[in-house]
């Protein structure tokens, strides 16, 4: 066995009393402490972004592609279904679903109240899979399989509770054009994801009632809604997808339409940098000051390795050995309080949050294996790092001095 390991097994934790022994628990509390604070955060930061981007994406897809126009109406140009990139589309491979769309601004009219708002048409191929955790009421658009319009509708909670709505209830719909025209509309569902941008504004329908109203043929539509495999391709893939349109139609980023909630997102990014940055400074200065007290404590024993002729490489190893068993054990623990907590908080959402402040109703948590791992090798590395700090003062240890320290 590795002399060095071997005394520094005997000097370590149960095998010691006393100062030592509290000193060994102190150190081991303060990594697992930083480890554990350092996963804790990530785990809430990224379940955090996937949750708001998710709302976003759902309701937006990653990329809208429309008609290319000056005008700054709030009613849409019409692009048809029949463009090359509609039909094409399939050739692009990381592309996981088109949808279309369209928007038409109107009025709803409840039994005592009136409210701006814009419907949102969609059609059959709707993503209504990655829609349906922020449906938390009703059900979604039955689309009449003869080719009429569903006069249906999903509205949010927010507007359904300043109207006084509920699902079953009918309302009346009047559209902004010339010359006004109104529909009667079912509510079918309800829907919530305390995005301002969609809550207060946006009303779910079927695409055909906008077709009607706007006198457009069976291919005409608004736009389209793409949504890519993954959405960590957004920025990259945007020049590539650019190429594929038709020279009518541009294409707009969702990261870019609704950029003060991706900024947002970014800006905690920051912060958790920062707050990383402090953690692993304190836990790099914990493991040296700790160091430097057992060193001070161990100065004798110091002092009769090398009175037997022990070597300052390997006095130095048995202090780096030290550190290394505490901070592997600090690490161990480290893990199970952060793995511990995100576990426990994913299955009883323990933790509640204001939907108002936080746009969600419990803290999320989102399982970054990459990042988890890279933390951990992270801190390994650098609090190993600065064991060589203290352990390099072995070498200036007089052994008569040293032997006679008290």
């Given at each position: 066995m590795n002399l060095s390991y071997f005394i520094a097994k005997r000097i370590s934790f149960k095998k010691t009393g006393g100062f030592t022994g509290t000193i060994h628990r102190i150190a081991v509390a303060s990594i697992a402490l930083g480890l554990s604070i350092m996963i804790i955060s990530f785990l809430i930061l990224g379940g955090f972004q996937e949750v708001i981007s998710n709302k976003v994406f759902s309701f937006t897809g990653h990329y809208q592609v429309n008609r290319f126009v000056m005008s700054q109406s709030l009613d849409d140009s019409p692009t048809s279904t029949e463009s090359n990139f509609y039909t094409n589309y399939t050739d692009l491979d990381k592309i996981r679903h088109v949808q279309v769309y369209a928007n038409k601004p109107g009025l709803i009219k409840g039994e005592e109240e009136v409210e701006g708002v814009m419907m949102k048409g969609v059609g059959p191929g709707f993503d209504s899979l990655?829609?349906?955790?922020?449906?938390?009421?009703?059900?979604?658009?039955?689309?009449?399989?003869?080719?009429?319009?569903?006069?249906?509708?999903?509205?949010?909670?927010?507007?359904?509770?300043?109207?006084?709505?509920?699902?079953?209830?009918?309302?009346t719909m009047y559209f902004v054009q010339d010359p006004p025209r109104f529909r009667r509309m079912e509510v079918v569902g309800l829907y919530e994801t305390f995005l301002e941008d969609f809550d207060d504004k946006i009303v779910l329908g079927d695409i055909k009632v906008i077709r009607v109203l706007n006198d457009w043929d069976k291919s005409q539509v608004g736009g389209?809604?793409?949504?890519?495999?993954?959405?960590?391709?957004?920025?990259?893939?945007?020049?590539?997808?650019y190429d594929f349109l038709d020279y009518d139609l541009r294409l707009v980023k969702v990261t870019d339409k609704f950029i003060q909630i991706f900024d947002w997102l970014e800006l905690l990014n920051n912060n958790v940098y920062v707050f990383l940055a402090l953690i692993l400074f304190v836990a790099a200065f914990n493991m040296v000051s700790i160091l430097f007290i057992l060193i001070m404590e161990r100065t004798p024993m110091i002092g009769l390795l090398k009175a037997m002729g022990a070597k300052n490489r390997q006095i130095r190893n048995i202090f780096i050995w030290n550190g290394v068993r505490i901070i592997g054990r600090g690490m161990v623990l480290g893990n199970i309080i952060g793995l511990g907590f995100g576990w426990i908080q994913e299955y009883t959402q323990l933790i509640k949050l204001n939907p108002e402040n936080y746009y969600m109703s419990f803290v999320p948590v989102f399982w970054n294996w990459p990042i988890i791992i890279g933390l951990n090798i992270l801190i390994l590395l650098i609090t190993t790092a600065v064991l060589f700090i203290p352990a390099m003062i072995t070498s200036n240890v007089n052994p008569i001095k040293s032997i006679k320290f008290d």
């Open positions: 990655s829609f349906k955790s922020s449906l938390i009421k009703g059900r979604f658009i039955q689309f009449n399989e003869d080719g009429s319009a569903a006069n249906e509708i999903i509205i949010s909670t927010k507007i359904a509770r300043k109207m006084l709505l509920d699902v079953g209830d009918r309302v389209f809604e793409v949504f890519l495999n993954d959405p960590q391709d957004i920025d990259s893939y945007e020049e590539s997808l």
